[in-house]
């Protein structure tokens, strides 16, 4: 080696290095399909196109696999899963973006009670862009104070307490997180009951008779109810849109015309965000993919993630308009966490995902070892578990409201702790590959906004 030329190659290293780490992306966008894991991907791929095809967000060009287990625990709830992703540290099961904090059970009233020396507040990711000028937003098919949209703006010592957290972003008042500054800049859900006075019309709201939607009007903010009122909005002011009284949104199988779509919602809160000069934070939940698991519904599971994926889709189409290449902009998608569905026992190619197993030579349906029929798509635990077998005929099957069959009899069916996967393309998306816990994703988007 010329010797004479080592301080110029140094230094050549040198800035390579500081070029590859400098941020790169002004936006970021990060969608969490909620319980999203590699057989819910598989079964909503085949669902939606066949075995052959794709789901539009499996053709990004970054791939990983997080490992998602919690603090405390080997399979984690959607707080400290979600809690990762955005604070990049390991949370206990139950609490949002807290450090160190046990969980403790607001005892059915939803008012946190962590009390003194219980953990500390960790920033997260959407509060940090909030302080370097970012607008910033949260969108889900959840109520608004859920665990996984919770967990992006506010810190509590258990995910149900739900009028602690709603509180936390209404700005200027009692309660209010002050690390949102002058506030999240869109908001999009369900759960209107968590932000309205309780009464006879409304008994699961606010014991504090605090109506948070007529203070987030008068904060600024244009207050939505409806899709069409959603719609109507305009560049220029802070937004909250609130689509369901009392509950979550509707499946998309069964969604009221009221409520908008998932892509709809992305569509206006990229419109609304990205006039921002200093770019924007989004998260986008398609949280009832979670809720039809639990409830052993595979056909509202897939047509769920199918809704999601073509939310996904949406919003790189929006993207890509203004950012063609993605040159400033960082898409990262993943789940929080897998659930026990399974698709077994050698289903013949092109058969329903949702149906029984049908022989590949004959096409009759396959039958078990007592002789019953049975679906391709099966839950590890749940309710669902008879104490004799009975056959499933395909009209069952393939019916909206089948709840499939479960090994472990269960009160409700769990999550699963294995590893769910990780897709990003876009400005800093590079780094994103192998096997990695769910806390990197963080400080890789950290890195790459230079947050």
Known sequence: MNLRRLPLLLAASLLATHAAAAPQAKNIIFFLGDGMGPTTITAARIYKGGEDSLLDFERLERTARIKTYSNDFQTTDSAPSMGAYMTGIKINNDVISMKDARAI????????????????????????????????????????????????????????AVYTIAQQ??????????????????????????????????????????????????????????????????????????????????????????????????????????????????????????????????????????????????????????????????????????????????????NPVLDVLRDYASGEPKKDADGKTFTTLVFGNGPNRPDVRADVDSKTALSNDYLRETGVRTEYESHGGGDVKLYAAGAGSAPFKGTMENTKVFHLMKAAAGL
């Open 105 to 160: 059970d607001p005892t059915k009233d939803g008012v946190d009670r962590c009390g003194a020396g219980n953990g500390a507040a960790a920033p997260t990711i959407l509060e940090l862009a909030k302080a370097r000028g970012k607008a910033v937003g949260a969108v889900t098919t959840t109520e608004l104070t859920h665990a996984t949209p919770a967990s992006t703006f506010a810190h509590a010592c258990h995910r149900d």
């Open 169 to 350: 972003i209404v700005p200027g008042g009692a309660g209010y997180n002050a690390a949102l500054g002058d506030g999240v800049d869109v908001l999009m859900g369900g759960g209107r009951a968590h932000f309205t006075p309780r009464g006879a019309g409304n008994p699961d709201g606010r014991p504090d008779g605090r109506d948070l939607m007529k203070e987030f009007a008068a904060q600024g903010y244009f207050v939505a109810t409806t899709r069409a009122d959603m719609m109507s909005a305009r560049v220029g002011r802070k937004f909250v849109g609130i689509y369901s009284a009392s509950d979550h949104l509707d499946y998309s199988l069964k969604r009221r015309a009221e409520q908008p779509t998932l892509a709809e919602m992305t569509a206006k809160a990229i419109e609304l965000l990205s006039k921002d000069p200093d770019g924007f934070f989004l998260m986008v939940e398609g949280g009832k993919i979670d809720h039809a698991l639990h409830d052993t519904r595979p056909k509202d599971a897939l047509a769920e993630t199918v809704a999601f994926d073509e939310a996904i889709q949406t919003a790189l189409d929006r993207m890509r308009a203004i950012d063609p290449g993605l040159e400033n902009t960082l898409v990262v998608v993943t789940a929080d966490h897998d659930h026990t569905m399974v698709l077994n026992g050698y289903p013949k190619r092109g």
